[in-house]
């Protein structure tokens, strides 16, 4: 059984660096063509990408937000960390990570979110 | 502005079918079978309905169904119920540097 669970700070000030970790358990990211992204929900409004990471290290960012993101892995872990720089309050929204893989693309199984919001 | 349309809103009585439809371009839905869909209900997180234009998972309901023409992915669900009631997102991958993209959401209504 798949699961996904995002876990970080609540609450952000503006200019600040979120870390936000994703713990995952029924799957391994050592296995080929196994990934893990970020999407976000601005409160009221759609899904948007962020970024993605693969089995073999393979990162790919949303190019609006890239210069501000950063993906990592820890396979020992089985954690994905997302990293954003320079906060703003149009960046509160609940994120979640989710699984994906290269046979059957889609995003199949999603964390339950959590909640960021960006106010001083 | 998300980068496939989708209606803001359908509705239907129970019983009913209705169909979002998801236009992007050739460079996503129109280039790829690659678009998913996926039912959110309030508070809850996205799940996965249809993915690779008309695949319905393991457990969902045969209800649900997909297709493509052209630019243009459709998502019918027939037999509408109370519980269908929710937001319906298509997504799509896409050769632009994006990788990734979503619609705007459409809220479906069973009235």
């Known amino acids: 059984q798949i699961t996904l669970k995002e876990s970080g700070p609540t609450l952000v000030k503006p200019t600040q660096t979120l870390t936000l970790t994703c713990t995952f358990s029924g799957f391994s990211l050592s296995t080929s063509g196994v990934g893990v992204g970020w999407i976000r929900q601005p409160p009221g409004k759609a899904l948007e990408w962020l970024a993605l990471i693969y089995w073999d290290d393979d990162k790919r960012y949303s190019p609006s937000l890239k210069s501000r993101l950063t993906i990592t892995k820890d396979t020992s872990k089985n954690q994905v960390v997302l990293t954003m720089t320079n906060m703003d309050p149009v960046d509160t929204a609940t994120y979640y990570c989710?699984?994906?893989?290269?046979?059957?693309?889609?995003?199949?199984?999603w964390g339950q979110g959590t909640l960021v919001t960006v106010s001083s | 502005q998300s980068a496939l349309t989708q209606p803001a809103s359908v509705s239907g009585s129970p019983g009913q079918s209705i169909t979002i439809s998801c236009t992007g371009t050739?460079?996503?839905?129109?280039?790829?079978?690659?678009v998913s869909w996926y039912q959110q209900h309030p508070g809850k997180a996205p799940k996965l309905m249809i993915y690779?234009?008309?695949n319905r998972p393991s457990g969902v309901s045969n209800r649900f169904s997909g297709s493509k023409s052209g630019n243009t992915a459709s998502l019918t669900i027939s037999g509408l119920q109370a519980e269908d009631e929710a937001d319906y997102y298509c997504s799509s991958y896409t050769s632009s540097s994006i990788n990734w993209v979503f619609g705007g959401g459409t809220k479906l209504t069973v009235l």
């Open positions: 690779e234009v008309s």
């Open positions: 050739s460079s996503d839905v129109g280039g790829y079978n690659y």
């Open positions: 989710a699984h994906i893989h290269t046979v059957t693309p889609s995003w199949d199984y």
